[in-house]
């Protein structure tokens, strides 16, 4: 029965599914209302967290894209809006000419901190749960997160710590940093290891 027919909310899991689209409501509702402040668009700001928090390669209209679930066109209309708004820039990446980066320039900077307490009111909400119930949501809440990524629904970014491809201390005298990453078969910059990825794959998958 499907989840938005009220009768199937007697279920637990049609209760529970409507509740999670409650709270991707609220979240919505909350980017929007900050988007009033700031004059900048829900897919804006999403833009601007990714561009401070991902990992440097994946910093393209491409990267932009599959973070956002929307067309190359779509993102590059986002980029050119924050162009527009001196909160990003583009430019040519220094090993290959052919690719664009796009990095947040110190105004971009200054906006994003301004905006990462954006979804406080929901920490709040999981805060006020009792200690066991936040382990057993989360426990929960990461097994159906698993199911929609193994699906193509949704795509995870991490940092480097527990994914498998991430090789701690192989080269510690190397300047260029001291780990390594097996996927892109190069170094790692200790800071880099704190970024997310889109290419992260959970440590305990290995071999399975
Ligand atoms: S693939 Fe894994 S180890 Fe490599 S950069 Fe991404 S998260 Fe780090």
């Known amino acids: 029965m499907p989840s ?7 279920t637990t899991g049609g209760q529970i599914t409507i509740a ?9 509702h909350l980017l929007r209302e900050r988007g009033k402040d700031t004059g900048l668009s ?13 990992r440097p390669g994946a910093r393209t209209i491409g990267g932009l894209a599959q973070r956002l679930a929307v067309t190359y066109a779509t993102a590059s209309g986002v980029a050119d809006a924050l162009e527009r708004k001196r909160l990003v820039r583009r430019a040519p990446e ?3 000419q052919r ?35 936040q382990s057993a949501l ?8 698993r199911r929609l990524q193994r699906a193509g ?5 991490e940092m480097c710590w527990h994914c498998q491809f991430f090789r701690q201390d192989a080269h510690p ?19 880099d290891t704190y970024l997310e990825c889109p290419d992260f794959v959970p440590a305990e998958t290995k071999g399975g």
């Open 4 to 10: 938005f027919n009220p009768k199937h909310r007697y």
């Open 20 to 28: 999670l689209y409650r709270i991707m409501q609220a979240m919505d």
């Open 42 to 54: 829900p897919a804006q700001i999403q833009a601007l967290l990714f561009l401070k928090y991902v």
């Open 94 to 96: 220094p090993e290959d």
């Open 99 to 133: 690719v664009v980066t796009l990095g947040l320039t110190p105004e971009g900077q200054r906006e994003v901190e301004a905006l990462e307490d954006v979804l406080d009111e929901i920490e709040a909400a999981v805060n006020a749960l009792p200690e066991a119930e």
């Open 138 to 145: 989360l426990r929960a809440t990461q097994a159906i997160v």
């Open 153 to 157: 629904y949704v795509k995870v970014y």
């Open 173 to 191: 005298s190397d300047p260029r940093g001291p780990h390594h990453c097996a996927f892109m078969d190069a170094p790692l910059p200790e800071p």
